[in-house]
């Protein structure tokens, strides 16, 4: 599923969007060929992204990029058929290729013409290079240069054995297990959830005390109407009894309702009080998890020749044990950073008027309610300008993009998967693998990090993290009359989205979102719970992210936010899918803490397997839902986006599926009066979608067209054997046929 809006997008606009993600394809496909040059798999997908390409670029009249996605298209179905071996030579010309695409997708339009003109040599060498490898290596007695042997060797980490004595307290010691301690304060969490209910008690009895004001004045107003029409005394006194029957009761209703709220303060105080002693039991001083850190560093620094000094800061800060666990890792990766990106030689030390002795300092506090840790050095500190550099060398952005960015964005470039500013490689850095896995257990643990850093003088690191693991910030929803809690750390917003802003995209929900187009999903299909409520003109939408992803998420309603004790799961039960752990509501109700990594994971998993639910949209014309539906399957973007205007802008509604297994499953889970299908396609071609459609007996009734570039009268016959009721090639595509087409095979858009 794609996250930007194609909708306004000119042809050349969406070729260069197909290439950039078809460049990507390429590189990473390449890149894998070089650790296994024979691996089937990545020859397919390679063939695939050089032919969609070919295809797209011979739909907006791009020659130069269809003569070089051609040339490679054939030099990866040699290599498919055996007749070739690309070794790292041979791959480092496809490379080239893929940088020539690229040039050619960011020329501007006007500028196209004259481009190609102008580095017609560039292209001609390029495809007459492969063209050559392709003739010398087909030829008998043709040599291909075999690549040398690659010997990876394994990373080591540095490991320090810990060794100390025990340190030695006045207090007396008594050995509790763990599971113990965690049974404690379930326990204590379960009697803080149970005293937080007296408190909807003691409102509802406030409700009793007003209907019993309510009932004295409707005795003393009957009283006096009657006292106007009967003078019998005897009525007047029963009537005199009961209305100071009710003061009575009202009077000890109130008395009783006072007491009611001392013992409601003075349990809920006793609660608190037990489970902050139960939460401290859990609690190690901070020195618990660093004690191995000075020989960590002394070792790490006489190997890279440096000397440096390791400062501590708040030892005896508490933090919960699980907690620190989880941070020994993300620490340790931080450490190394410092000491080998950070700290300089003791030579640049003295050069740059610094002692020849560097300085690393950790320090934990507690700040606002959470766990600060910081880890800062002394040293060279990230140039941003050298940042810069590194992060349009690597081709996480443009150059345009990255001068306008502030320092702050740039250092969120440290923490991506594969990024290093280290131009060797040691045993401690130069792989881009460190800081991306810190921000990961960052993230586990619901906290943050960030970076801060000045030329010269030094970096810092900054976590911020929960306290305790023991008790999570959640956002409270309803989904299916089942309360569930969103943690915080996850969501990006929250926000009543009126139904009027849902766009489709193909045949995806969306909206916008701070200049993005986010996906939209019902929480009810991920977790199976029923349907979506649809009252009312907004939907209560949480917009979550995990590793790059986002989507907005649709609940019944907003219960308002909770901080909810965490009560793991029976281990027995195994890991349930989009659930990370349980919770007592305040009315003692059981409720799940949701797993918003887990539950993006599942979203993925269901736009790749089939079509999402849609949220109802109110507004919905009579007319506007019976039109006629078309599904449109085909591998190219380019060619989904031209075909889907076309139809659409001529009344069909339209929808897109990305190839033939996208498509069979929007068969089977929607109504449609058309397919139209392109023939080769990843997962399942458009030949073997034709034929289950028409073996099915639900959808053997379905009209389906065939759009291919293969115009051989036997991949046209292949196409009407298994079913297919017209077959149109691409190369004489025109507006104009493909509408007429359709209107021979289901007629007018509308009944």
Same mark, same amino acid.
């Given at each position: =599923? ?43 997908? +390679? ?47 496809? !490379?080239?290729? /893929?940088? %020539? ?39 008998? #007695? ?16 540095? =490991? ?14 008594? @050995? ?41 004045? %409707?005795?003393?107003?009957?009283r006096e109407a009657l006292s106007a029409l009967d003078r019998n005394e005897q009525t007047q006194m029963r009537l005199l009894a009961i209305q100071n029957k009710a003061i009575e009761c009202r009077e000890f209703l109130s008395d009783r309702l006072g007491e009611l709220e001392v013992f409601d303060q003075r349990s809920t105080n006793l609660s608190h009080r037990l489970y902050e002693e139960a939460l401290a039991c859990r609690m190690r001083p901070f020195a618990d998890g660093t004690h191995g850190f000075p020989r960590l560093v002394r070792d790490v620094a006489q190997s890279l020749g440096k000397k440096v000094r390791l400062e501590i800061v708040g030892e005896t800060v508490s933090v919960d044990r699980d907690m620190l666990e989880k941070l020994e890792a993300p620490l340790t990766h931080l450490l190394h950073n410092a000491l080998d990106h950070g700290i300089e030689s003791p030579e640049d030390r003295h050069r740059a008027g610094k002692p020849e002795e560097g300085l690393v300092r950790l320090d934990a506090r507690h700040n606002a309610g959470m766990l600060q840790v910081t880890i800062s050095d002394d040293g060279r500190g990230i140039d941003p300008e050298t940042l810069r550099h590194a992060v349009v060398e690597r081709k ?21 998967? #594969? ?8 045993? %401690? ?7 991306? /896995? ?19 003088? #030094?970096? @810092?690191?900054? %976590? ?21 809690? &969103? ?17 489709? +995209? ?55 936010? @909770? ?14 899918? $989009? /659930? ?11 409720? +799940? ?53 076309? !139809? ?21 889970? #929607? ?13 399942? $071609? ?15 009734? +379905?009209?389906?067209?065939? /759009? ?24 004489? &595509? ?18």
């Amino acid at each position: =599923m794609s996250g930007e809006d194609f909708s306004n997008l000119s042809l050349a606009d969406l070729f260069r969007t197909e290439a950039e993600n078809q460049a990507k394809t390429l590189t990473e496909g390449l890149l894998a060929l070089e650790r296994d040059n024979r691996s089937a798999e990545q020859l397919e997908i +390679l063939m695939r992204a050089a032919h969609s390409l070919k295809g797209a670029a011979r739909i907006v009249d791009l020659n130069a990029a269809v003569q070089v996605a051609h040339a490679m298209e054939d030099c990866f179905v040699a290599a498919q058929r055996g007749k070739i071996v690309l070794e790292p030579p041979q791959i480092d010309l496809l !490379l080239d290729g /893929v940088d %020539l695409l690229s040039k050619i997708a960011q020329t501007p339009e006007a500028e196209a013409a004259r481009w190609e003109s102008e580095q017609k040599g560039e292209i001609d060498t390029f495809v007459d290079a492969l063209g050559r490898f392709l003739e010398r290596a087909q030829t008998p #007695g043709g040599e291909v240069r075999k690549a040398e042997p690659v010997f990876l060797s394994s990373d080591k980490e540095v =490991m320090t054995e810990h060794s100390g004595a025990a340190l030695l307290r006045n207090d007396r010691v008594l @050995r509790v297990t763990a599971d113990h301690l965690n049974r404690l304060l379930g326990l204590a969490g379960e009697s803080l959830v149970e005293s937080r209910r007296l408190t909807p008690f003691a409102d509802s009895l406030l409700r009793l005390k007003r209907q019993h004001g309510d009932l004295v004045r %409707l005795v003393d107003g009957l009283r006096e109407a009657l006292s106007a029409l009967d003078r019998n005394e005897q009525t007047q006194m029963r009537l005199l009894a009961i209305q100071n029957k009710a003061i009575e009761c009202r009077e000890f209703l109130s008395d009783r309702l006072g007491e009611l709220e001392v013992f409601d303060q003075r349990s809920t105080n006793l609660s608190h009080r037990l489970y902050e002693e139960a939460l401290a039991c859990r609690m190690r001083p901070f020195a618990d998890g660093t004690h191995g850190f000075p020989r960590l560093v002394r070792d790490v620094a006489q190997s890279l020749g440096k000397k440096v000094r390791l400062e501590i800061v708040g030892e005896t800060v508490s933090v919960d044990r699980d907690m620190l666990e989880k941070l020994e890792a993300p620490l340790t990766h931080l450490l190394h950073n410092a000491l080998d990106h950070g700290i300089e030689s003791p030579e640049d030390r003295h050069r740059a008027g610094k002692p020849e002795e560097g300085l690393v300092r950790l320090d934990a506090r507690h700040n606002a309610g959470m766990l600060q840790v910081t880890i800062s050095d002394d040293g060279r500190g990230i140039d941003p300008e050298t940042l810069r550099h590194a992060v349009v060398e690597r081709k996480f952005t443009a150059a345009e993009t990255a001068a306008k960015m502030s320092e702050a964005e740039l250092f969120e470039f440290l923490f991506l998967p #594969g990024f290093t500013m280290k131009e060797t490689v040691t045993k %401690l850095s130069g792989r881009g693998v460190g800081l991306d /896995v810190v921000q990961n257990m960052i993230k586990q643990a619901r906290g943050t990090a960030r970076v801060f850093s000045e030329a010269g003088k #030094g970096t @810092r690191f900054q %976590l911020q993290l929960p306290l305790t693991l023991s008790v999570v910030r959640t956002l409270l929803v309803e989904i299916g009359g089942e309360p569930y809690a &969103f943690p915080l750390a996850y969501i990006v917003r929250t926000l009543k989205l009126p139904k009027a802003q849902i766009e489709v +995209l193909e045949g995806r929900q969306h909206f916008r979102f701070d200049g993005k187009q986010i996906g939209l999903v019902t929480a009810h299909q991920i977790l199976g719970c029923g349907e979506p409520s649809s009252q009312g003109d907004d939907l209560p939408v949480i917009v979550v992210e995990s590793r790059g992803h986002s989507f907005g998420v649709v609940a019944d309603r907003f219960l308002g936010e @909770r901080e909810l004790v965490v009560h793991p799961l029976d281990p027995r039960l195994g890991k349930i899918k $989009d /659930v990370s752990a349980g919770a007592l509501m305040e009315d003692g109700s059981p409720g +799940l803490i949701l797993d918003v990594e887990d539950l993006v994971q599942s979203i993925d998993k269901l736009i790749s397997s089939g079509p999402l639910d849609k949220v109802s949209a109110q507004g919905t014309s009579a007319v506007a839902k019976k039109k006629k539906r078309v599904l449109i399957v085909d591998d190219s973007l380019t060619v989904r986006e031209l075909e889907r205007k076309l !139809l659409g802008s001529h009344g069909y509604e339209v929808e897109a599926a990305v190839d033939g297994m996208d498509g069979w499953n929007a068969v089977r889970t #929607g109504r449609f009066d058309l397919v139209i299908s392109d023939v080769d396609m990843p997962r399942m $071609d458009g030949i073997e979608l034709v034929t289950l459609i028409k073996k099915d007996a639900s959808t053997k009734a +379905l009209p389906v067209m065939i /759009v291919s570039y293969k115009d051989h009268e036997q991949d046209r016959q292949r196409g009407l054997e298994a079913g297919a009721d017209y077959y149109l090639t691409k190369g004489s &595509f025109h507006d104009e046929t493909l509408l007429h087409a359709v209107r021979d095979l289901i007629g007018e858009p509308n009944p």
